[in-house]
Every structure is written in structure tokens, then in C-alpha cells.
């Protein structure tokens, strides 16, 4: 039987793989979305793209709905009060998912421009809204929510849809967008062919080098104008979860004392910086491989800053920090934590092993003769 205490950190590192599996793997579909009419020129270039996809896609959302899922059953308290807080950008965000399946099964059916044109923006927006979305709510993470929790631990959420749309969470927003659609341009470096493999390079070193900036930006902003948070007194970490009993300051440093307390954490920021220039110039040297690995290593890299940084904070309270939800009591109970860890241990092996010889057996690059020769059986 595991530790309380070991349990909670467990289940940190646990949601943090399922998100960084989300945004390597259906974070190149959202990407390859986005930027379908932008560097796909002629409607077989487009087909092309979503082909590179169309064998992974619904598979590669299971990491979205595990992801939820975790976040429901190891923090009941994170997931109600995000989902209370952020309940119009949710909507929003599977509202643009909407046209995601949709897109995919009925843009092909009807050889009509117009048709195809509406499912092509329908699909960009199911690309660029859910990466813009989640990098604002991470970025409101790193500011604070505004909500409290009452004595009898019920959450009461006094923020709006709008404040959430402030200037460093969107700046955050952008990072998620450049690092997802470089992640898609990187995929199809690999997927694709002729001119549309060049574009796709162009694209890979333009967004490459975009989100290295935004993440250095988004950095200097913590820096030098975000407080964070810092647990001063807390009970025992393996006691009973409660968010009540714990003392909160805030302090501008808070964020960044961290990485101080383990200089072993450092590495996340330097890679988010790094990863991407290498990216850049596997790119630019046509190394194809080497750019989507730098890509997604890019895309862990910036998720583990974000977690590192906030740790062992989940959700801080910009009203009442002392009620900030937190690694060690905001999470369910020590029973629930150990029968979803033994699942955990058998099932998610078993997931990561079908997904990659699902990767192995349908990888190999398509054209647009792959599309002419299967015309009725693509998307």
C-alpha cells in the first residue's frame, strides 16, 4: 500500500504525462487543423493534410477525455471549481471540437469549393480554439482564479468569462497556439511531399521561432510583473484533504523560488527555449525526424515549466490565497488515489504501447497521387 502523501505527488506526475501526451499527439492533429487553409494551396494539398492525421486523430483524443477524467476522480475539488470558473470558455472549447469530427467525415463528400471551404475554416477552428483556450487557462493558473471556498468546503467562483481573457494569459494563449501549430507544420515534415513539404518546413522555422519568443516573453512577464504564491504553514501532507487548513502569502518571487529549492527543475524552462531553435534548424536542414522530435520535447517542456513553477499549487485563490487548491489537499481520498494508481499501472502501458505501433504501422509519407488513387476511401 502506497504512502497518502507518495499518492498525491503520483498522481501530479500522472495528469502531467496525459497532458503532455495531449499536446504531442492531438496537439499535432489541432495543429495540422489550424493551418489548413493557410499552407494547404489547392484542395488536394488540403486532403493531404488531413490524411497525415485522419488514421490517429480520434484515437489521440482519448488523451483529452483521460485527461478530464483524471483531473475528476484524483481532484474533485480542481475540476468542479474549474469547470464552475471557467464554464463559457468549456463551451467554447467543445463547441470548436464540434467540427472536428464532423469536418473530417463530411468535408470530402460533396465536390463543391464552397462546401469544402466552410469545413476547412470549421476545421481551423477546431485547431486553433482549444490551443488558444487552454494556454489562457493556464496562464489564469499562474495569476490566480478568483474564487473561495466556504466552511463547509462548497467553492463559490467570482470571476467572468471576460477578466479571463486578460493580457498574460492571452499572451500564454499565444504560446500554446505557436508551440501546437508548429507541432502539426512538424508532423506534416514528415507525412508530406513537393511543395507542401516546403511549406510545411517554412511554417515548422517561422513557428518554431515564434514560440521561443512568446515563451521568453511570457517569462520576463513572471519575472518582473506576476506574484505567485507560497505555502507558509500546512499540516501534515499525507492528512486529510482539506484546503482550509494551510497559511498562503503572496510574493513576487514565488514562481520562479522554486526552480531554488530544485535546481534539477531548471531543465524545463532551458528546453522550452532551446527545443525550439533546434527545431528551427532540423528545418531548416531538412532533417525531418529530428523537427518533430525538438517540437514535441518543446511541447513537454513548456507543460513541466508551468507544473514545476505552480508546484504544489493547482489552482491558487487571487481572493483568498489561503484557499488555494494544492497538490496535497485538493485530492481524493487515499483509497481512490490507490485503486486509479494500480488501474493507471496496468492500463496506461497498455495505451502507449497501441499507440505507438499504431504510429509504426500507418507511418510512410502521402502525396497527392496517394489522394487521386484513393479518392472514395480519404477524407
Not at 209 to 238: E, N, V
Not at 241 to 269: G, R
Not at 343 to 362: G, H, Q, S
Request: net charge neutral; with cysteine.
Amino acid at each position: 500500500m502506497l504512502d497518502y502523501e507518495v499518492l498525491k505527488v503520483i498522481w501530479w506526475v500522472l495528469i502531467g504525462v496525459l497532458l503532455i501526451g495531449l499536446a504531442i499527439t492531438d496537439g499535432a492533429d489541432m495543429g495540422v487543423g489550424a493551418l489548413l487553409p493557410i499552407i494547404g494551396r489547392t484542395d488536394e494539398q488540403r486532403r493531404v493534410m488531413l490524411n497525415t492525421v485522419g488514421p490517429h486523430w480520434e484515437g489521440n483524443q482519448v488523451w483529452l477525455i483521460t485527461a478530464g477524467g483524471a483531473i475528476f476522480a484524483a481532484w474533485p475539488q480542481v475540476y468542479a471549481t474549474a469547470f464552475s470558473g471557467f464554464y463559457f470558455a468549456m463551451l467554447l472549447v467543445l463547441a470548436a471540437l464540434f467540427f472536428r469530427p464532423v469536418g473530417f467525415d463530411y468535408r470530402s463528400k460533396i465536390e463543391n469549393k464552397t462546401w469544402r471551404a466552410v469545413w476547412d475554416w470549421g476545421l481551423f477552428v477546431g485547431g486553433f480554439v482549444p490551443a488558444l483556450i487552454f494556454g489562457v487557462a493556464f496562464g489564469n493558473l499562474l495569476l490566480g482564479v478568483p474564487f473561495t471556498i466556504d466552511e463547509y468546503l462548497r467553492v463559490t467562483y467570482q470571476g467572468s468569462f471576460w477578466a479571463l481573457l486578460n493580457p498574460f494569459a492571452l499572451l500564454a494563449g499565444l504560446v500554446s497556439v505557436a508551440m501546437l501549430m508548429t507541432q502539426g507544420s512538424s508532423w506534416l515534415t514528415m507525412k508530406t511531399k513537393g511543395e507542401l513539404l516546403k511549406n510545411a518546413r517554412r511554417v515548422t522555422i517561422i513557428g518554431s521561432l515564434t514560440t521561443s519568443f512568446l515563451f521568453t516573453l511570457a517569462g520576463i512577464m513572471i519575472l518582473f510583473f506576476i506574484d505567485g504564491y507560497t505555502i507558509t504553514q500546512i499540516g501534515d501532507h499525507g492528512g486529510p484533504a482539506n484546503p482550509l487548513l494551510k497559511t498562503v502569502t503572496i510574493d513576487s518571487s514565488a514562481w520562479l523560488s522554486h526552480y531554488k529549492q530544485c535546481m534539477e527543475a531548471i531543465f524545463a524552462p532551458i528546453l522550452g527555449l532551446v527545443m525550439p531553435l533546434l527545431t528551427a534548424y532540423a528545418a531548416m536542414k531538412r532533417v525531418d525526424w529530428l523537427s518533430f522530435f525538438s517540437s514535441s520535447v518543446t511541447c513537454a517542456a513548456i507543460i513541466l515549466t508551468a507544473g514545476f513553477s505552480l508546484f504544489p499549487f493547482i489552482m491558487p485563490s487571487s481572493l483568498q490565497p489561503n484557499h488555494s487548491l494544492t497538490v496535497w489537499d485538493a485530492t481524493s481520498s487515499e483509497l481512490t488515489l490507490s485503486i486509479m494508481f494500480w488501474v493507471a499501472v496496468v492500463f496506461v502501458p497498455i495505451i502507449l504501447a497501441y499507440t505507438i505501433w499504431c504510429y509504426m504501422k500507418m507511418f510512410g509519407r502521402i502525396d497527392e497521387q496517394f489522394i487521386r488513387a484513393n479518392q472514395h476511401s480519404t477524407y
